[in-house]
């Protein structure tokens, strides 16, 4: 069936450090793609998304590309700060059938020290 | 206010009772979803609705009962709560679209003891 794989975490960084967070997916179709951050005791908001091959969601300076030869879609920044702490979830939409809910991955607990 | 709203957002209650979690949306979007978060699984989806008096099962749907009788309103019920369903619980709701995001309520802590 469709499913997301996220990197396992959790991820400790440094202020400033580079992010890479690794989600690839399974999927019949095309997909739509999305990434989503859970602050403590909040519900998700939506980062970023991108919804044909090749395309690139990018917001707050988080940043992600839909590859669709190596079905993937990883997130990164340049330079995580400690308000970046936070959970992230891949999450997948599909094209075809009348579900469209999302798929998520198991998300990875991103913490950021000063 | 414009949103999507969840209540009560801390719940305990016994094993056996019943319990019902709301959700309200005020974008009239066609579709509503209910969600389970737990430790190691991500979300799992419970139970969605595409319109009105139209819901069907997802991935962990025993145990839980919807309903969906206008447009805005999506409650979840534990006929008879489980330890196993101390969970958080998240309400979403989307367009029809493919290419569109679900927008999230706060979420639901409930424990049962």
């Known amino acids: 069936g469709d499913s997301v794989t996220q990197m396992e975490g959790p991820v400790t960084l440094s202020e400033e450090a580079f992010l890479t967070i690794n989600c690839t997916y399974t999927?019949?179709?095309?997909?739509?793609l999305f990434w989503y951050v859970q602050y403590p005791g909040e519900g998700l908001q939506l980062l970023l998304k991108?919804?044909?091959?090749?395309d690139k969601g990018s917001n707050k300076g988080f940043e992600a590309t839909y590859r669709k030869e190596t079905t993937s879609f990883h997130l990164e920044k340049g330079s995580v700060q400690v308000s970046d702490s936070a959970v992230y979830f891949c999450a997948l939409k599909l094209a075809a059938g009348s579900a469209r809910q999302l798929t998520f991955g198991s998300g990875t607990q991103l913490t950021v020290l000063p | 206010d414009a949103g999507i709203t969840q209540s009560p957002r801390y719940k305990i209650t016994e094993t056996g009772r019943q319990v019902t979690l709301m959700c309200h949306q005020t974008?009239?979007?066609?579709?509503m979803f209910w969600y389970r978060q737990d430790l190691g699984h991500g979300l799992r989806l419970i139970y969605y609705s595409a319109a009105a008096d139209i819901t069907d099962k997802g991935e962990v749907p025993d145990g839980y009962v919807v309903s969906r009788s206008k447009t805005e309103n999506f409650p979840l019920t534990l006929e008879s709560a489980t330890r196993s369903q101390t969970s958080v619980y998240f309400c979403a709701s989307s367009e029809g679209r493919v290419n569109t995001e679900a927008f999230f309520g706060q979420g639901t802590r409930l424990t049962v003891v």
């Open positions: 991108a919804t044909k091959a090749d």
């Open positions: 999927a019949t179709g095309y997909p739509s």
């Open positions: 974008w009239s979007h066609s579709y």
